[in-house]
């Protein structure tokens, strides 16, 4: 018999933005439920207009964004890139990112290697390079 493991996004897996307080944000991060060994897999519906509340960098891993549906605006570093559906991201170890949901709001899925277990990540409240 095949090894895989199937679950569904959004059925099975914790929303885990209400923790955190936040409002128009669904955060729900599927290694655990998927038993990943060496990635993760990450599912984001942002609200138009929404802000993730924080920004936070990885020191080890490297990250794609995927935007499924809508449009949404990344921070990287201090660069903010325009996006829309389809469009892929590569941020990689080293860098601030943070995202925020364009008029339509935006669906986007997001997968992270090596799997750290978040010990090389650092969050920032807030954070977003200023705009010019």
């Known amino acids: 018999m ?12 914790e929303d885990m933005a209400p923790g955190f307080g936040v409002e128009g944000l669904e955060a729900r991060f599927a290694r655990k ?6 990635g993760g897999l990450g599912y984001f519906h942002i609200e138009p207009g929404v802000r993730t509340p924080w920004g936070h960098i990885h020191s080890e891993q ?10 949404a605006r990344f921070a990287v570093g201090d ?17 601030w990112r943070a995202m925020e949901a364009g ?10 290697a090596p799997f750290t277990e978040n ?7 807030g954070w977003w390079p200023e705009e010019g």
């Open 2 to 13: 095949a090894d895989y493991t199937k679950v569904n996004l959004r059925a099975d897996v």
């Open 33 to 38: 439920a998927l038993e990943l060994t060496k």
């Open 62 to 71: 490297e990250e794609i964004y995927l935007v499924v549906s809508g449009s």
């Open 79 to 95: 660069e903010i890139l325009d996006v829309a559906q389809w469009d892929a991201v590569r941020i990689p170890a080293g860098e």
């Open 103 to 112: 008029a339509d709001g935006a669906e986007v899925v997001a997968f992270g």
């Open 119 to 125: 010990k090389d990540a650092e969050l920032k409240p």
